[in-house]
């Protein structure tokens, strides 16, 4: 047998993007990662290569499509979810505890959902097909985003039917249960927040996402806001591979 042949398989990294985005969002950061691992983006549901598949956009159902993945997946895996797809990586990583080894969210909007109603939910709901309102939108919450990396999200964004947007923006804003209660998921998991991001800030991670993991602890990026996988690419790159590589020496 050769010596590949005897070598266990490599940690798997999938990275699962937010609302209005699709796996073009994480291209630098995949860029950075080397060679220690295998590492996969995917396009959810709705958007990306998936632009024309059919509803319904629920957590659940979009979930699926990260369990799909663990599925095809020989080794450990390491999930990493921006935002709405932190919630989605939740509720993968607890359907499938013994196959994911860590979890990291990024910016994560509490699994429980966040509840805006009145303008502010309307103001999501009709992003669809509106660049304008996207751009405003990407900019207020970012920090140091260059015009490339922005223009990468509203390539993504546009692209996305808008009675999609909608429905996934109520997905998102009214969670999931499970989100109520102590995480399903205990296995180590990492918690990065961008330090200027005025969205998921660090009153909602201590109050709605941090307290529920009985094996997790919270890391900070100065100079970033909710995209810090677009903000600081390299400090993100950096801090899932060393999340990762700390689980392989744990199992060692």
């Known amino acids: 047998m050769s010596n590949d042949q005897n070598q266990a398989p490599r940690t798997k990294i999938i990275f699962v993007h937010g609302f209005l985005d699709d796996r073009t969002a994480w291209e630098n950061v995949l860029s950075l990662l080397g060679e220690d691992f295998e590492a996969v983006a995917l396009d959810l549901p709705g958007a990306g290569a998936h632009v024309n598949d059919e509803g319904p956009f629920t957590l659940r159902r ?19 979810g921006q935002s709405m797809g932190a919630q989605l990586s939740e509720l993968a990583a607890a359907a499938r505890p013994g196959r994911v080894a860590g979890l990291v969210l990024l910016t994560p909007v509490p699994l429980a959902g966040v509840h805006l109603t009145g303008d502010a939910a309307n103001s999501f709901r009709s992003l669809g097909g509106d660049a304008d309102a996207q751009r405003q939108g990407r900019l207020g919450v970012s920090v140091s985003l260059t015009p490339d990396a922005l223009e990468t999200l509203l390539a993504s964004g546009t692209a996305i039917h808008p009675t999609v947007v909608a429905q996934v923006f109520d997905a998102w804003n009214n969670g999931d249960a499970a989100g109520t209660t102590s995480s399903a998921y205990a296995g180590p998991t990492l918690i990065v927040r961008g330090m200027g991001d005025p969205f998921v800030t660090e009153e909602v991670i201590g109050a709605a996402v941090l307290p529920r993991f009985a094996n997790a602890r919270l890391v900070g990026i100065a100079d970033a806001g909710h995209f810090p996988h677009l903000e600081k690419p ?15 020496r744990v199992k060692a």
Request: proline residues 3%; charged residues 30%.
């Open 62 to 80: 979009l979930a699926e499509s990260v369990i799909a993945e663990i599925d095809r997946s020989n080794g450990p895996v390491v999930l990493v």
């Open 234 to 248: 390299e400090e993100v790159s950096r801090i899932v591979s060393d999340f990762a590589r700390s689980l392989d």
